[in-house]
Every structure is written in structure tokens, then in C-alpha cells.
């Protein structure tokens, strides 16, 4: 099988070397392409798959071509309206994410309807030589409807796919702006050109258009519109290209455009010349039978036939007489030549045409192979041109663009990037006086003044940073400060109305507690009968006992449970259980008379359920008054109202309160040591004094060690002062920075871990209850030492 082209091999031949070299330079940069700008790579292998598919189907005289072109070409076309169609959604920018969704879903199912239906019918047309594409395919024709649509099938898909696509792009048209708009109007000219294509195929199919004018308009006409989609894609500012590759892209068009009209040019100059050479031959017959030479000498004739008569007057094949029976039905043809199969193989296709020599109907017939051989050789030199121009094109590029476009450009660009990274010396050299000269003696232009300009303004910029830093200093303290003054304020008025809430249900509870001991409990031992008397002396007599040992232990509770069992106890194992919750692990031999009776087992039973519920009355009791303690201490911390009124305040208490409220939340390894004399008054203001105790204990136990911490709190008065030290044994404040501890914003501690308000404020407050705070400290003990004047009575 060796290949012969003909006229139409050339046109898809480069189109295919075109759309594979666009295809592999993408490819090898996908990496820096967009996604949207990805998509046109799909196109671009179609495209090429497509053109390979139609070089195959021309390029070859055999049965399988019938093939490629119903599997390989049609599938190839439908998947580039696809990828077509989803690269123009996403062009730009998806406008419409459900439509796109929905329409990728109905068009893919179309396509493989199409090309399944159309392969289907594929197997139901017979392959036959087709004169008008000079190759095999399947019949283009048939009278059965069914058939006739799984031919079209193929353009009518691609038809609706590009409809829908073109509908989108003109919705999105209206929707964009500037060069977007533009650039979508590039697209959407190169949709209507596909489009064209698509119908102009389905008239073809349908016989209203003539094939070959066809086919030169389909090659020229797809390298245009996909030129179009890869320069107006090139042109998106988010597009990563070169200047030299959009010229490379420009010229390969070009050089393809200018030989495929040299190329038609050519072909229809050498079509009308063969015709000529076959309109002598046929002359030079028709003069030699009618001067009456039965065997008349040929040049490029394989057979004369007379048809009246069927015989052959020339027969330079194994044609038979039987076989001339086989072209009685065709259509005559006398003006001119056409291609007529005598059998089905390519030994069997001849230009045929028909005239009268005496009265007779002759035909003559030459063979198609040596046409297609003379085609064959000029398709090649062709294709040896084109292939030529591209290499001489890729030679020339570097004399022709790099030295005079793309390093002039790339300099300057050099230039740009070095002055964005802050090089203003930067200069770039003038080596010509065209534009991209002048755009390069304009930038040394401005890179000098914006030099100069730059210099001006860094001067003015230091002057006004300094007064700007300081200015921003005093905001940011002034700010601090109220952002804390109003935290404080806020968290005084949740903590009082918290305070407050609590506050009502604890005294109720209290008042409880108390009405349950009035009522039930008598303190009177009078009114007790002997036996209750008996049983409450067994009680007392192990209230404050020690328990045994564990491992005695739940030996002598089964020894009560059986004492009990044997009295005739009604619930010997929970009267156990709760005897030894207090400490009654046995009964001794004077009380065991006690339970001889049932009503010496009821008095016990009933004093001990009094036990029981004066000793769960204490625990209420107890929690009670922890929790009152704490909202002592909350009330303090809460907002008291104006400051213009003081009261006379108990620092005992106020000491207390904190010391209790904050008591857990404190480290465990910390002995707190708190020692007080007397209970010293003073006039001033509880929640300001609470805050004080509050930050230099915290202070305390934050600075002790991990093991073995001691804080000691001692509480005095002189005759006219009471004072409070706090020591701790922690490493100690170091002698630098111990004369700025009370400065407002100092501090030691991490980013985030404190505000450096805290000993300010303890200071400010002592001050305004007219006392004074000093701090000694050195590693392993630091003292602070709080002086404040005594109420006057």
C-alpha cells in the first residue's frame, strides 16, 4: 500500500505540521498557562488528529481510509466542538458555572449519540470510490431516511454544540468590557467561522455544494479561525507569552494562507492541463475511427470501447466483454471527463468520456492511477516547499525579529523589572529609532525623574515619620488606656449584677438551713425517751473516732450486717453502710440491748437519720458561706459608683475576700502563710483597694517557684498607719529595671502575657488613698510594703 497523493493532501498536511507544532509548544509550557488557556490545548490536538485523519483519507487509494475517516475523522471534529465549547465558557471568566455544567452534559451526550449513531450506519453503506473526495468511503448517498441521518448526524451535533456555544459567547459579549469584550469578539467570529464549516458540511453531504471548492475552503478557513482562538487567547493579560512566538505564530499563518492559494493555483493549472492532455487524446481517437482505423493508436488510453457494438477497439486491461455490460447504466458524459469505477478496486478507476465517431457511441476511458501518480509528485515538491519555508523561517527568526523586536524589547522590559526592584540608576541603551527606540529613550527619561523625585520625597518622608511616630506613641498609650478603663468599667457592672443574682438565692438557702433546724431538731436531751437517749450517747460515743484499717475494715461491716440481719433489722446492709459513714464499725456489748426490741431499733434508726441530716445541713451550711464569701469579694471588684464617697472598709476583710475568692485558681505548691493583728480601718473606696490586693498577691504567686513556693501576707497597725507587707520567694526583680516597675506600660513579661498597667495602677491608688507603697527585692525574696492612714474614730 503505497501512499499517492492528490490535490487535496497538501492542504492537511500542513494544517496538521501547523496545529501539532502550536500544540507541542503549548504543552511543553502547560505549566505556566491559565486554566482556561489550557483548554485550547484539546482544540489544538483535535485539530491535529482531524487534519492527520483527512492527510490519511487523501493521501491513500484503499479501502481503509473509509475507515479512518467515519472513526478517526468524525470523532475528531465532535471533540473539537466540545473542547471549543468549554473553552469558550470558561474564556475570561465563567459567567454562567450551571449553564456551562448542564450544557457540557447534554452536548457530551449528543456527541457519543452522534458518533455512535453514525458508526452504526456506517455498517449498513457500502464502501465505494467517491470521484468528488478522490478516496474510499462510505456511499455519501442513500434513499433510506434513516441512513441519510446517521450521515449528517456528525454536522447536525456539531451544529447545536456551536449554536449553544455562539449563544453564550453573545450573552457573555454584552456582559464584559474593553479589551475582555474584544477578545471575546475574536472568539466568537471564530465560532461562526467553525460553525459555517459545520453547515457548509451538511450541504455538501446533501450534494448542494461541489466538494473540491469545499475542501479549499474548509483547510483555509480553519487555519484562520484557529489562528484567531491562539492569538486572541495569547492577548489575555493573564496569559504568560513572548512577542517572538505571537510573530512565529503570525508568520507560520501567513507562510500557510499564501501557499495554500499558490497551491490551489497550482492545482487547478494542472487540472486543466491533464483535461487538456485527455481532451487532445480523446480528439486524436475520435479523428483515427472516423478516418476509418479500427484499432486507433493510443497515448494515455487504456481502453476504447464502442458501446453499440460492445467490443473493445482497445483493450490494454483484463477487461471482459461481460464487464462492459456493468457501465450501460451510467450517464454519458461528452463534453467533458469524469470518474467513473469499472470495478471497486483503485485498478478499476478511470477518467471516462464519451463521443460519436460514424455514428457510433464510443467511450474512452484513462486510468486514474497515472493521473494520481502525476498529482503525487507535485502534492510532494510541495510539501517539500512548505516544509522548506518553515525551516527557513525558524532560521531567518533570529535575524529578522530577535535582533531588531525581541532583544530591544527584552531590555527594556530588563530595564522595568530592575527600576520595579528599586534600581533607579538603571539605563536602557538606544539601538534604534523606531518606536520600540523612542519607548526606550522616553523610560531613561522618566527613570530620571522619577529618580530626582524620589530623592525630594524620601526627605520629606524621614521628616514626617518623626512626628509621625511620636504622635502615634501618645495614641497608642491614650488608647490603651481607655480600651482598659472601659473593660474594667464593663466588667464591673456584669460582676455586680452577677453578684446580685447570687446574692438572693444564697440567703434563701440560708434562710432554709436554719428553718430545718428550728423545726426538726431539738437541742433539749429532756424530751428524749430512754431508748432515743441510749441510742444518741451509742452515736456521740463514735462521733469523732478513727476508722480501722482497710483490710478490717469490710470484715467488720459483714459482722454488723449479720448483727443486724439477726436483730431483725428490716435493711440490715444500708443501716451498715451508714453506721460506718460515721465511724460505727461495731456495737458495743452495753448498746446491744439496744436493738432487742423493735422499738429500741427505731430510736436508733431515728436519731441516726437526725445525725445524718444535721451533718449534710453543715456541708449546705459551709458551701453556703464560701459562696457568700465569694460575692463579698465580687461586690468589691464590681463598679461601685461614684468615687467622691468613701466609707470606712475593713482590710481584713477585703484581704479575705480575695484570698478566698481566687483561692483555687492558685498554684498548689505554694504555701500561702497569712497572719493578721487586730482588724485596721481605714476610709476609702473597696473595690479600688480589693484591685491592689488582687494584683500584688497574683504578682506573688506568678514570680514563685515551681517547688517550694512560700508567699507570706502579714497585716499590722501603728498608731496611726496600718501596714501590709507581701513577700514572696521568687528570683527576684533585677536592680535595672526595679526604679521603673510603677511606670505605666513597663514590662517583663512576653508579647500578649501583660499590659504593663498593673503596678501603675496599685501605685495610683495608694496615692489617692494618701498611703505609699515601696518594693525591696533581691533573689529568693521580694517585699512589698503598703502603708495606708487609719480612720480617725
Not at 76 to 83: C, T, V
Request: hydrophobic fraction near 45%; glycine fraction near 4%; aromatic fraction near 12%.
Amino acid at each position: 500500500m503505497v501512499p499517492t497523493l492528490n490535490l487535496y493532501s497538501f492542504f492537511y498536511f500542513g494544517l496538521s505540521l501547523v496545529s501539532g507544532i502550536a500544540y507541542f509548544y503549548f504543552r511543553s509550557r502547560k505549566g505556566e498557562l491559565t486554566p482556561s488557556f489550557r483548554g485550547l490545548l484539546i482544540p489544538l490536538l483535535s485539530l491535529f488528529y482531524w487534519s492527520v485523519a483527512w492527510s490519511i483519507c487523501n493521501s491513500f487509494l484503499h479501502h481503509f481510509t473509509a475507515y479512518v475517516f467515519v472513526f478517526l475523522k468524525n470523532p475528531a471534529i465532535l471533540i473539537l466542538g466540545l473542547s471549543t465549547s468549554d473553552l469558550a465558557f470558561r474564556f475570561q471568566k465563567d459567567l454562567f458555572p450551571r449553564w456551562h455544567h448542564w450544557s457540557s452534559k447534554v452536548q457530551t451526550t449528543l456527541a457519543i449519540v452522534a458518533v455512535i449513531y453514525n458508526g452504526l450506519g456506517f455498517f449498513f453503506r457500502d464502501i465505494q470510490f467517491d470521484p468528488k473526495m478522490e478516496f474510499y468511503v462510505p456511499i455519501q448517498t442513500s434513499e433510506n431516511t434513516i441512513i441519510q441521518l446517521s450521515i449528517l448526524s456528525i454536522a447536525i451535533a456539531l451544529c447545536l454544540i456551536l449554536v449553544n456555544t455562539l449563544l453564550a459567547l453573545a450573552i457573555k459579549y454584552t456582559k464584559l468590557e474593553g479589551s475582555k469584550k474584544r477578545a471575546t469578539g475574536g472568539f466568537i467570529f471564530a465560532i461562526i467561522g467553525i460553525l459555517c464549516l459545520a453547515f457548509a458540511d451538511i450541504l455538501v453531504d446533501l450534494n448542494f455544494v461541489s466538494k473540491p471548492t469545499y475542501l479549499f475552503v474548509l483547510t483555509n478557513l480553519t487555519i484562520i479561525i484557529m489562528t484567531i482562538l491562539v492569538l486572541v487567547s495569547l492577548n489575555q493579560e493573564t496569559v504568560p507569552s513572548t512577542v517572538g512566538f505571537k510573530i512565529m505564530t503570525f508568520n507560520l499563518t501567513i507562510l500557510y494562507l499564501i501557499l495554500s492559494i499558490v497551491a490551489n493555483f497550482l492545482f487547478n493549472r494542472f487540472r486543466i492541463d491533464i483535461q487538456n492532455e485527455m481532451s487532445r487524446e480523446k480528439h486524436n481517437v475520435k479523428t483515427q475511427l472516423e478516418l476509418g482505423n479500427i484499432y486507433p493508436f493510443v497515448y494515455l488510453s487504456d481502453l476504447v470501447i464502442d458501446m453499440q457494438g460492445k467490443k473493445f477497439r482497445i483493450n490494454k486491461t483484463e477487461f471482459t466483454n461481460n464487464q462492459i455490460k456493468s457501465i450501460d447504466s451510467r450517464i454519458p458524459s461528452y463534453e467533458s471527463f469524469k470518474l467513473d469505477t469499472f470495478t471497486n478496486e483503485p485498478k478499476g478507476i478511470y477518467w471516462t468520456s464519451d463521443f460519436f465517431a460514424k455514428n457510433h457511441h464510443f467511450l474512452i476511458a484513462i486510468p486514474y492511477l497515472e493521473y494520481r501518480e502525476k498529482v503525487h509528485q507535485t502534492v510532494v515538491w510541495l510539501i517539500i516547499t512548505l516544509l522548506f519555508s518553515i525551516f527557513t523561517i525558524f532560521m531567518l527568526y533570529p535575524v529578522l525579529h530577535k535582533t531588531s523586536i525581541v532583544f530591544p524589547l527584552t531590555r527594556l522590559l530588563s530595564g522595568i523589572r530592575r527600576m520595579q526592584a528599586g534600581d533607579l540608576f538603571v539605563s536602557v541603551e538606544v539601538s534604534s529609532k523606531d518606536e520600540i527606540g523612542e519607548l526606550s529613550k522616553s523610560f531613561n527619561e522618566m527613570i530620571t525623574i522619577v529618580r530626582e523625585a524620589r530623592f525630594q520625597l524620601e526627605q520629606k518622608i524621614e521628616e514626617r515619620t518623626v512626628s509621625l511616630n511620636n504622635t502615634i506613641i501618645e495614641l497608642r498609650d491614650t488608647q490603651e488606656q481607655l480600651l482598659h478603663a472601659e473593660r474594667m468599667s464593663t466588667l464591673g457592672k456584669i460582676a455586680a449584677s452577677v453578684a446580685h443574682e447570687i446574692n438572693n438565692p444564697l440567703a434563701a438557702i440560708k434562710g432554709s438551713i436554719q428553718f430545718i433546724k428550728d423545726g426538726q431538731f431539738s437541742e433539749d436531751k429532756v424530751t428524749l425517751t430512754e431508748l432515743e437517749n441510749k441510742a444518741d450517747e451509742l452515736i456521740e460515743s463514735f462521733k469523732n473516732g478513727k476508722r480501722s484499717e482497710v483490710t478490717s475494715r469490710f470484715k467488720r461491716k459483714r459482722e454488723l450486717t449479720s448483727f443486724f440481719r439477726s436483730k431483725q433489722v428490716s435493711d440490715p446492709i444500708s443501716l451498715a453502710d451508714t453506721c460506718f459513714d460515721f465511724h460505727i464499725e461495731t456495737i458495743p456489748t452495753p448498746y446491744q440491748s439496744l436493738f432487742d426490741t423493735k422499738e429500741g431499733i427505731d430510736a436508733f434508726q431515728k436519731q441516726l437519720n437526725e445525725h445524718v441530716i444535721r451533718f449534710h445541713l453543715g456541708i449546705i451550711e459551709t458551701a453556703v458561706e464560701r459562696a457568700s464569701k465569694i460575692v463579698f469579694a465580687l461586690k468589691h471588684h464590681s463598679y461601685s459608683g461614684p468615687k467622691d464617697s468613701q466609707k470606712l472598709i475593713s482590710l481584713r476583710e477585703g484581704i479575705e475576700s480575695v484570698l478566698s475568692m481566687y483561692s483555687k485558681s492558685w498554684k498548689p505548691h505554694v504555701e500561702l502563710d497569712w497572719m493578721f493583728e487586730g482588724d485596721p480601718q481605714v476610709f476609702g473606696h473597696a473595690d479600688e483597694l480589693i484591685q491592689v490586693w488582687t494584683n500584688l498577691i497574683y504578682n506573688s504567686f506568678q514570680a514563685c517557684p515551681s517547688e517550694r513556693g512560700r508567699i507570706g501576707i502579714t497585716l499590722t497597725e501603728s498608731e496611726t498607719e496600718a501596714i501590709i507587707t507581701i513577700e514572696d520567694n521568687g528570683k527576684g526583680i533585677p536592680e535595672e529595671i526595679l526604679p521603673r516597675i510603677f511606670e505605666p506600660f513597663f514590662t517583663t513579661k512576653e508579647l500578649g502575657m501583660g499590659t504593663g498597667l498593673g503596678l501603675s495602677i496599685v501605685q495610683k491608688i495608694i496615692e489617692n488613698h494618701q498611703g505609699s507603697i515601696l518594693v525591696q527585692s533581691q533573689p529568693g525574696k521580694t517585699v512589698f510594703t503598703i502603708s495606708l492612714p487609719l480612720a480617725k474614730p
